[in-house]
């Protein structure tokens, strides 16, 4: 592994969706991260393919026994930061919280990832990604007029306002950390993130530029300039030509330029005929024949393509967006650096229903530079405590 972030650890307690993908983005950084899983069945079948844990290590580690806590505390002792999903108060039960942590490591960055927040009437509460972005006023704002709420799938939530956000705070506090030589504890919420990403939008809003009905402003599909419109065979496109000179090049390939009817661009009160009329013109040409029309203007023109499409993509291609590792293609390591450049690391991978456990030799290897001897493994590893 290479990348701008070589040298620095961090322990990752395993969990699902935001912290993974966290430790993913350090780790593609150049980060040593170390996951931290359950003994048994940490790395099943199911998981082979789990992207989101590329480019790291897993220990199994029993964290309801004495020792397993203790190990734990031992690998803190030599880590920069940690991160962990539990709901509040969960790590502080099993006896690997902040303050047992910054007792044993006083320049940690101890981070912490959940829905609600470590605070407020709904801290204890179970949820997801939906419920997060729906408090937060996002999800309220996604959708077509006249239509419910639309869930981004888990993107906002789980990932933008999750995920991400929770590097950014890992990198923060590392960054803090090296100028005071203090350790500091990072509480990331979902709820705050997703609220977060629309903070240009209650700009928009405070400047009486956007509303409250769904489908009706400037960048919700409201505009006929900023959508997707199906094509001839049934394809999509999509359209994003809010600045004039990008509009005039966007109407002149329509064959609307001659026509001296058309309302000005952003008289609203003419936006829904002009959704009609574009719906119509786009659906007299398959999705190709469009990227052929609009290929040599800035109109602010893309195809909107599958999932399985983008990596083929000329433009994506050429740019590596996607890599195959491991014979699973996926997202390339963003961003990018001149000088350290980061790598998706490699999965670990399984040939039957589960990983056979590591010989203690091999544990060994991986646990030698955070301070255990090969006694002190053997032990671990025969009691179950770590595999």
């Given amino acids: 592994m290479s990348g701008p972030l070589e040298g620095i650890r961090i322990i990752e307690i395993a969990g699902i969706g935001p912290a993974p993908f966290a430790g993913m983005m350090l780790a593609d950084a150049g980060a040593e991260v170390l996951r931290i899983d359950k ?64 007792d044993r490591n006083p320049k940690l ?166 959704k009609k009329k574009f719906a119509a013109i786009f659906k007299t040409k398959t999705r190709d024949e469009w990227c052929k029309v609009m290929e040599d203007v800035d109109a602010c023109f893309a195809p909107v393509l599958s999932m399985a499409e983008a990596p083929k993509y000329p433009h994506n291609r050429d740019r590596e967006v996607f890599i195959e590792s491991d014979g699973v293609v996926q997202p390339a390591a963003a961003p990018r650096f001149s000088r350290t450049p980061s790598s998706a690391g490699p999965l670990e991978r399984s040939s039957g229903e589960s990983l056979p456990k590591k010989s203690k030799e091999a544990v060994f290897d991986m646990l030698s530079s955070w301070g255990f001897d090969l006694e002190e493994v053997t032990r671990l590893v025969n009691n179950n405590v770590i595999a």
């Fill in 109 to 274: 960055v101890y981070c912490r990832m959940t829905g609600w927040g470590q605070v407020g009437p709904l801290a204890d509460k179970a949820g997801h990604d939906i419920n997060y972005i729906a408090v937060s006023g996002t999800l309220d704002a996604i959708g077509r007029a006249g239509e419910p709420p639309l869930p981004p799938i888990n993107l906002v939530g789980d990932f933008g306002g999750g995920g991400a956000l929770l590097a950014f705070g890992v990198l923060a506090g590392l960054l803090e950390t090296s100028h005071s030589g203090k350790g500091q504890v990072v509480d990331a919420a979902m709820v705050d993130g997703a609220a977060l990403l629309a903070t240009m939008i209650h700009s928009f809003r405070a400047l009486g530029w956007w509303t409250d009905e769904r489908g009706t402003n400037l960048l919700d599909t409201g505009a006929p300039f900023y959508e997707v419109y199906e094509t001839k065979d049934n394809k999509w496109i999509s359209v994003g030509a809010i600045e004039p000179q990008f509009y005039a090049q966007l109407i002149e390939r329509l064959g609307l330029d001659q026509d001296d009817s058309l309302p000005p661009q952003m008289d609203r009160s003419h936006w829904p005929e002009m």
């Fill in 39 to 102: 003994v048994a069945g940490a790395l099943s079948k199911t998981m082979e393919f789990d992207l989101l844990n590329r480019g790291r290590k897993s220990l199994g580690v029993d964290l309801k026994n004495p020792d397993g806590k203790e190990a734990v505390l031992k690998l803190v002792a030599r880590a920069d930061a940690l991160i962990e999903g539990f709901r509040p108060k969960v790590a502080e039960k099993l006896g690997i919280g902040p303050k047992e942590c910054l």
